[in-house]
């Protein structure tokens, strides 16, 4: 069993930053893929980022691609969502993911408790 521990959500003005991290512990030999997604008030779950363990090769959603960056930190087993120019659309609830690659179709993933990310304009 994976434990997954968030860390860095809050309130942000429209156009401010914020950094989520994402620390992970327990049975993560077969986590080769670390990432975010999120889900906003009636709106369904939706992916955000990834990055594999091996190589660092992400993925980023086209909402925020140019403005949110991922990154892994291997020796800490955490990863980290850098995430600027933020937007009102970009206030939902940021799940920490880890499962095998490509964990874009959520299939066997496991998450984190979620942290709260809200813009204000």
């Known amino acids: 069993q994976v434990q997954l521990v968030e860390s860095g959500g809050g309130l942000v003005q429209a156009g401010g930053s914020l950094r989520l991290s994402c620390t992970a512990s327990?049975?993560?030999?077969?986590?080769?893929?670390m990432g975010w997604f999120r889900q906003a008030p009636g709106k369904e779950r939706e992916f955000v980022a990834s990055?594999?363990?091996?190589?660092?090769?992400?993925i980023i959603a086209d909402s925020v691609k140019g403005r949110f960056t991922i990154s892994r930190d291997i020796a800490k087993n955490t990863v980290y969502l850098q995430m600027n120019s933020l937007k009102a659309e970009d206030t939902a609830v940021y799940y920490c993911?880890?499962?095998?690659?490509?964990?874009?179709?959520?299939?066997?993933?496991?998450w984190g408790q979620g942290t709260l990310v809200t813009v204000s304009s």
């Open positions: 327990g049975r993560t030999f077969s986590s080769n893929s």
């Open positions: 990055i594999r363990r091996r190589d660092g090769r992400a």
């Open positions: 993911a880890v499962g095998s690659d490509p964990i874009t179709t959520m299939v066997g993933v496991a």
